[in-house]
């Protein structure tokens, strides 16, 4: 079945440094999304990728996907502690009313050092 | 208006016991998910409603799983004969399905713990 790998899985930075986490999928995807978890919270959503290489930009954080539309990646630049988390990336292989089903990677725990 | 709403925040069963947890949508979203979380891994997918039918339950893992959207609007993920290993965050997301692609909205979670 379908598998989605992220790594790495944790990553400890000092604020001011970046900070890059790498998705990759067994299968061709429609879409990738990623998600931001707190510690003790839920998922949020961050953005969704559905062309192949496209890039997305939110202020210090970069989005690309890949041209086989198998790998992604999300940058952050000179992180700040609010950048604290757990960052997912999901695949899905569907489109529309078969695209809920979400693969999940493993998410990349991020901490901030002040 | 609100977001996706989870009830109860905390569910403490022994095994064997039967359990009921509950998801609200955001108003007006067809889409209704349910992810099962443990500590340390990413949700990992359970079932997928698109209105009153379930459109997707390849995720549920054995029979003792079950789950229904009865009006199109609340969700209840019913689990029969409680394992320790059910033990875990369930959490619940709804979106506008009929987009080609959909962002979920993730409610707080349950959190189950069976003794």
């Known amino acids: 079945g379908q598998q989605v790998m992220q790594i790495p899985q944790y990553q400890h930075v000092q604020e001011g440094e970046d900070f890059t986490t790498y998705c990759n999928s067994s299968t061709t995807l429609s879409n990738i999304q990623w998600y931001k978890q707190r510690p003790g919270g839920h998922p949020v959503f961050l953005i969704q990728?559905?062309?192949?290489?496209e890039v997305k930009k939110q202020k210090r954080l970069t989005f690309q996907f890949g041209e086989a539309k198998k790998n992604s990646s999300l940058h952050i630049t000179a992180t700040q502690t609010t950048d604290v988390g757990t960052y997912f990336c999901a695949g899905s292989e569907g489109y529309g009313g078969s695209q809920g089903n979400l693969i999940f990677g493993k998410g990349t725990k991020l901490s901030v050092k002040p | 208006g609100a977001g996706v709403s989870q009830t109860p925040s905390n569910k403490v069963t022994e095994k064997g016991k039967y359990v009921e947890l509950r998801c609200d949508p955001i108003s007006g979203h067809t889409a209704l998910y349910w992810y099962r979380q443990s500590l340390g891994q990413g949700p990992e997918f359970l079932i997928y409603f698109q209105g009153t039918g379930a459109a997707d339950d390849s995720g549920l893992p054995n029979d003792r799983f079950f789950a229904v959207r009865p009006e199109g609007s609340v969700s209840t993920l019913k689990i029969q004969r409680t394992e320790r290993g059910d033990s875990a965050v369930y959490l619940c997301?709804?979106?506008?399905?009929?987009?080609?692609?959909?962002?979920?909205?993730f409610g707080p979670g349950t959190r189950l713990t069976v003794l």
């Open positions: 997301a709804s979106s506008f399905g009929q987009r080609k692609y959909n962002e979920q909205f």
């Open positions: 990728l559905v062309k192949s290489g």
